[in-house]
């Protein structure tokens, strides 16, 4: 071997002047464009190390000299999201439906506060997005028990109904039968009237003699057409929408026992803000408001 660079013949290019058994090694440069952008990425790698957060020591890390931290970051945006929502929250208080619709940011902000809220506390019994399962009203139609105002709705949510509250809704449906208030066969009678009024097949001689019972017990609340009445959370029984059923056994079921649905208060569990933003989505979101 000699320290002289060699060109190999046959390709032009130098050899390091290694050779083993007369085969020659070749040195090929790297490509120019290669090695400058190794430059440039080490450069770069430097001046980040300076600028950025980089390098972790035993207590901690260089913070570089801009100081940028996530964490910072995040601890920004989650502290203007809770002042945004304090805000929002503060305007709902005592707000009425038409001031919140009339704010698209408010509207939206309450709609999906209202959302969550629904989930985590009304689903269980409304069923998903409070479609409802009997004896647990649908709260997405147009047919109400206690009125589907703004209003209704929020005194419905604040104060519940049959709950432990001073303020609750209060209506009760007798237990006619277990309580020996008419007589089995009577009963029947009215099950006939109550599957007349609502469009169902009847016995017209069964429903004549319940229509006048009917007249007696039960049209003071549920109204001489059984239209029902929301001052006694009475339900229309001429309608297809039942709470608890409208076969001739559910009827009877009902009339016999009674039904005392309860709807807990929330007046004592959720805030102000919140219960609006739930009366907001039950009122508007899920459609079935008044
Ligand atoms: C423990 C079960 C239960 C939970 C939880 C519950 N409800 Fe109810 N809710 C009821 C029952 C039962 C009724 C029907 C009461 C009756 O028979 O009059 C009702 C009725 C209502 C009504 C009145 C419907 C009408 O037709 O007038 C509204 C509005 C309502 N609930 C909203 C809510 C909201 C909002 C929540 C969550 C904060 C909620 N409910 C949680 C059981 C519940
Ligand atoms: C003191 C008022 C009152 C009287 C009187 C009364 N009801 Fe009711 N009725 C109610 C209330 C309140 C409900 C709803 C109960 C609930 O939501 O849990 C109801 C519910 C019903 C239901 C269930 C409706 C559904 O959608 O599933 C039927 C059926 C019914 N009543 C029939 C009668 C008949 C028949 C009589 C007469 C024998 C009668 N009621 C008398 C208050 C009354």
Request: with cysteine; glycine share 12%; charged share 25%.
């Given at each position: 071997m000699s320290d002289h660079k060699k060109?190999?013949?046959?390709?032009g290019t130098e050899t390091t002047n290694h050779e083993w058994d007369e085969i020659q090694e070749l040195d090929t440069p790297m490509p120019r464009w290669w090695i400058n952008i190794m430059y440039i990425t080490i450069v770069w790698a430097i001046g980040y190390m300076i600028v950025m957060p980089a390098i972790p020591l035993i207590?901690?890390?260089?913070?570089?000299?801009?100081?940028?931290s996530d964490r910072t970051r995040v601890a920004v945006a989650v502290e203007k999201m809770h002042e945004d929502r304090s805000v929002n929250s503060e305007k709902l208080v005592g707000a009425s439906i038409a001031s919140i619709q009339n704010d698209p940011d408010l509207l939206r902000f309450a709609t999906q506060q209202g959302r969550t809220l629904f989930g985590d506390n009304c689903e269980t019994c409304h069923g998903r997005r409070g479609q409802g399962v009997p004896g647990y009203?649908?709260?997405?139609?147009?047919?109400?028990i206690w009125g589907g105002s703004f209003a209704d709705i929020k005194q419905t949510i604040n104060?519940?109904?049959?709950?432990?509250?001073?303020?609750t809704r209060f209506g009760s449906m007798a237990a006619y039968g277990r309580d020996e208030l008419l007589e089995p066969a009577q009963i029947d009678d009215l099950v006939q009237h109550v599957l007349g009024i609502s469009g169902q097949r009847s016995d017209t001689v069964a429903a004549a003699r319940g229509a006048g019972l009917f007249a007696e017990n039960?049209?003071?609340?549920?109204?001489d057409a059984g239209k029902g009445m929301r001052e006694n959370g009475a339900?229309?029984?001429?309608?297809?929408?039942w709470l608890y059923g409208g076969t001739a056994a559910l009827l009877r079921e009902t009339i016999f026992n009674g039904r005392e649905g309860l709807m807990p208060n929330w007046d004592t569990r959720l805030s102000e803000a919140q219960i609006t933003a739930l009366s907001v989505y039950v009122h508007s979101d899920l459609g079935g408001g008044e």
């Open positions: 060109v190999d013949e046959h390709t207590n901690g890390y260089t913070k570089g000299i801009i100081g940028f009203p649908n709260l997405n139609d147009d047919i109400w104060y519940g109904i049959r709950a432990e509250h001073d303020d039960c049209a003071s609340c549920h109204g339900p229309d029984l001429t309608d297809t929408d």
